[in-house]
Nanobody
Framework: QVQLVESGGGLVQAGGSLRLSCAAS????????MGWFRQAPGKEREFVAA????????YYTDSVKGRFTISRDNAKNTVYLQMNTLKPEDTALYYC??????????????????WGQGTQVTVSS
């Protein structure tokens, strides 16, 4: 079993930055693909970014390309989401997710086996 705990959310003005962290415990995630998803009020949870087990492959949803960067530090068992130039529409509860695979990560939430509880990001205009 893998436990995931997100942190780093908060309230920020539009144009600002935040860095989310997802700390894993229970098992090493060095052979896990990791993803970030978000859910805004009244909307379905959506894909944000994903990274392969070694960090060599990354995917982003179009709305965050060029603004968000996903990365990982397997030695620290942690995945990050650097979010720059934040917009009010980025306001959501952000979740990290994991699946053990050395294959390519996916952008579908049903593919992931483990989920954190989420961290809230609120961007004011």
């Amino acid at each position: 079993q893998v436990q995931l705990v997100e942190s780093g959310g908060g309230l920020v003005q539009a144009g600002g930055s935040l860095r989310l962290s997802c700390a894993a415990s229970g098992r090493t995630i060095s052979t896990y693909a990791m993803g970030w998803f978000r859910q805004a009020p009244g909307k379905e949870r959506e894909f944000v970014a994903a990274i392969s087990w070694g960090g060599g492959i990354t995917y982003y949803t179009d709305s965050v390309k060029g603004r968000f960067t996903i990365s990982r530090d397997n030695a620290k068992n942690t995945v990050y989401l650097q979010m720059n130039t934040l917009k009010p529409e980025d306001t959501a509860l952000y979740y990290c997710a994991a699946r053990e695979t050395t294959g390519r990560p996916k952008d579908t939430q049903g593919w992931y086996d483990y989920w954190g509880q989420g961290t809230q990001v609120t961007v004011s205009s």
